[in-house]
């Protein structure tokens, strides 16, 4: 790539026309499968020796190009596109984790993860030790011998407490256990890779589309990590796959390049599994992607104003937002974030849950819908929606409370976004 502006990379990385017919915008190959050559050109393809389109569950051209697009944009090498942000944790951590494995995560967490990871993967025999992320060296007290990966959010909601990225990811790389970092609330601002991450995913659903049009999901693979240097620590990756005529992924995969972690993910997982994204989801993604960088900007220009004006606003008792933060909080965000704070913010109002409730049903600009990332603002009331399916205690850890309201700040003119807040504010306090 010609550039490592992110504005730049986002027009070009991955694509320049279509070989076929020298189309510019990059086409919706809305195709299932792909002629092969001869029969030895699919025996190659189906054996690995040669890469290239096989089946749209597998690989296509158009999810290809929002792969490395996103690859690039990260300063990663290899990135997969899956059905949905959901699809993206599942298989970042069943591509490590088996039967008896454990992995340590962040207990600040989508509220989706959190079940993914509380219920289902513990059903599936794969044990998740959830820690408080102020202390970095919780991850250390939590592991052993079967701990094959760490996992945290960049910037999660409710706290948006910015992780401790390269304190944590630190700590797992002498044991051979790479951090996995979900970034969908901070595309561009933070690049996890930079600071020792070896795994990034997405919901690509959120900001990365951010039109709110179509569900999808990325696993980006730094190319950085060394999954043989701990053989034992990662046997997924080290020891023969029958699925494969036992091939072992990190040497069967070298020739290709550091890619054997995604590479695994792609011909066992999504093989297997099958959550593909579907390439019509792609191409909106990649209409999206393109202006990334400039609605990350107007998303977190607008949202630090929001902050300001809510922290001055007498029926508010508190306002949650990384450049209000103070002490070690607010130098992780200073650390992690570059070019603003992102479009996230919580707030809680004086009178408590019924006020809260009033106020959402008064906004007329906001909508209320259970999303974050959009280019228009939204709002919801965590409590009672994203995280109702968590007890009380479960509710407390994440930092979720009763009179909590979650904004996503768009990118409309800043004038029009106050005014319906003032408005919604108004009528909640008159309840
Ligand atoms: N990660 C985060 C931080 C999210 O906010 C969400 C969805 O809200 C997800 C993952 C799951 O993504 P999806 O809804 O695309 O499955």
Redesign the pocket.
Known sequence: MFSRNPETIVLHAGYRADPATGAVAVPLYQTTSYQFDSAAHASNLFGLKELGNIYTRLMNPTNDVLEKRVAALDGGVAALAVA???AA?ALAVQNLAQVGDNIVSSTDL?G??WNLFANTLRRQGIEVRFVDPADPENFRRATDDRTRAYYA?TLPNPKLAVFPIREVADIGRPFGIPLII?N??APVLARPFDHGAAVIVY?T??YIGGHGTS???LIVDSGTFDWAAAPERQPALNTPDPSYHGAVWVEAVQPLGPIAYIIKARVTLLRDVGPAQSPFNAFQTIQGLETLPLRMREHSRNAEAVARHLSKHPAVAKVIYPSLQAGETRRRADAYLKGGYGGLLGFELKAGRDAGRAFIDALKLFYHVAN?GDARSLAIHPATTTHSQLTPAEQAATGVTDGYVRLSVGIEHIDDILVDLDQALAAAVAI
């Open positions: 949905s942000g959901q944790s989508y989706g993860t959010e979900d969908t609330a919901s659903t959120k569900i999808g999901g974050i």
